[in-house]
């Protein structure tokens, strides 16, 4: 089976600029995960979604920051404006109901570089 | 969440037993321990999780103290591709998984 798929694996771009990336997570599984990976943060979680439906987005760090998921297979997180401190690595995760809460399958991340 | 204590960095012998211990002394009686790794620029991969008894999978084993309030993740044999950072989560019913620093394992040839 495959993995959780995020696009693009690099992006580098201009500050201010808009930056969309994208997470198609296992089928069948009803919970998908944003997290975002910086060296003095470590892992931190942005938003979660169950059956599509945002649940938890506390950890989206402003308004510059956006996630939605039109369907089951595909995920969005946009930044607009971008600014340097979005440098990350962005995963995308996903689980299945009935897994274990903290069963969670991550992808390969998306490496966002902000000039 | 309860809070976990992690060595900073461990080295290991290739084809030994690798022993990553955990310190989660809080921990609440419905809180599971969960074990992760990061491979260097991969994403985060799930190892084991166990509640009160120990719990063994391919990939590694997890023996919980009685009283619950430390753990040690087992690497049986480990190789040069287990070199990776771990992670002791602790947690609950919660999806909200918080990775602290975890210890990164080094083995060595």
């Known amino acids: 089976d495959a993995g959780v798929i995020q696009s693009p694996r690099h992006e580098v771009t201009e500050m201010g600029q808009e930056v969309t990336l994208r997470c198609k997570p296992i089928?069948?599984?009803?919970?998908l995960f944003w997290y975002r990976q910086t060296m003095m943060r470590g892992l931190e979680l942005l938003i979660y979604?169950?059956?599509?439906?945002?649940?938890?987005d506390s950890g989206m760090p402003e308004d510059r920051f956006s996630a939605k998921m039109p369907n089951a297979s595909f995920s969005t997180l946009k930044i607009q404006p971008s600014e340097p401190r979005d440098s990350a690595v962005y995963f995308c995760?996903?689980?299945?109901?009935?897994?274990?809460?903290?069963?969670?399958?991550f992808g390969e991340g998306s490496r966002l570089t902000v000039l | 969440d309860a809070k976990t204590t992690q060595p900073t960095s461990m080295d290991c012998a290739e084809g030994r037993a690798a022993n990553l211990p955990c310190n989660h002394s809080?921990?609440?009686?419905?809180?599971?321990v969960y074990w992760y790794r990061q491979i260097h620029s991969q994403g985060p991969q799930y190892i084991i999780h166990?509640?009160?008894n120990n719990e063994t999978n391919e990939m590694a084993s997890l023996i919980i103290t009685e009283d619950r309030k430390s753990s040690t993740l087992i690497l049986p044999h480990a190789t040069l591709r287990d070199t990776a950072v771990y992670y002791c989560?602790?947690?609950?019913?919660?999806?909200?998984?918080?990775f602290g620093a975890g210890t990164t394992v080094t083995v060595r040839a």
């Open positions: 995760a996903s689980r299945p109901l009935g897994q274990g809460a903290g069963e969670l399958f």
């Open positions: 989560i602790v947690i609950y019913n919660d999806y909200k998984l918080s």
């Open positions: 809080t921990i609440s009686g419905n809180e599971y």
């Open positions: 166990g509640l009160k």
């Open positions: 089928s069948g599984h009803d919970y």
């Open positions: 979604f169950n059956n599509n439906v945002p649940i938890d």
